[in-house]
């Protein structure tokens, strides 16, 4: 049987940002007073859904991602010594253009349904957002 995988090319020369997409990342906090657990539960299970649902993410939005830390594993890398953030998740938002995702967050639709549903578990006067232009040093697909 032979193997269906190919060796990764390794990286290219000179790493090109993507022209195709970009990403903005919002660096995310829960709640005072809200558990972990709480707060990716909900994160993950309802906001995502009702974020989903809105005619502009579905019109603009090429891909929605929410970055969890499990407790396991925040006790891991914290075993090993490395400094570890004080933020609960990450948001990635990833559009054609910083237009598309601007679009996004100015729809007032959008503002009505998904912002006052934030104040039910994150921390909004601490969250961070960082535009995020893509380099794909490497991209295995398996």
Same mark, same amino acid.
């Given at each position: 049987m032979t193997s269906q995988l190919q060796p990764l090319s390794g990286p290219?020369? !000179?790493?090109? @940002?993507?022209?195709d997409r970009v990403r903005m990342i919002a660096i995310v906090f829960r709640k005072p007073g809200m558990s972990a657990e709480d707060f990716?539960?909900?994160?993950?299970?309802?906001?995502?859904?009702?974020l989903a649902s809105t005619t502009i993410a579905k019109r603009n939005l090429l891909k929605y991602e929410q970055s969890h830390c499990s407790t396991e594993n925040l006790e891991q890398v914290r075993s090993t010594g490395f400094p570890m953030a004080d933020?609960?998740?990450?948001?990635?938002?990833?559009?054609?253009?910083?237009?598309?995702?601007?679009? @996004?967050?100015?729809?007032?639709d959008f503002k009505d349904v998904v912002g006052?549903?934030?104040? !039910?578990?994150?921390d909004r006067t601490r969250t961070v957002m960082f535009p995020a232009d893509i380099v794909s040093i490497f991209d295995d697909p398996t």
């Amino acid at each position: 049987m032979t193997s269906q995988l190919q060796p990764l090319s390794g990286p290219p020369e !000179k790493p090109l @940002v993507r022209s195709d997409r970009v990403r903005m990342i919002a660096i995310v906090f829960r709640k005072p007073g809200m558990s972990a657990e709480d707060f990716q539960r909900y994160w993950r299970e309802d906001h995502s859904q009702l974020l989903a649902s809105t005619t502009i993410a579905k019109r603009n939005l090429l891909k929605y991602e929410q970055s969890h830390c499990s407790t396991e594993n925040l006790e891991q890398v914290r075993s090993t010594g490395f400094p570890m953030a004080d933020f609960d998740g990450l948001a990635i938002f990833e559009a054609m253009s910083f237009d598309k995702i601007m679009e @996004v967050f100015a729809d007032q639709d959008f503002k009505d349904v998904v912002g006052p549903d934030e104040e !039910k578990f994150m921390d909004r006067t601490r969250t961070v957002m960082f535009p995020a232009d893509i380099v794909s040093i490497f991209d295995d697909p398996t």
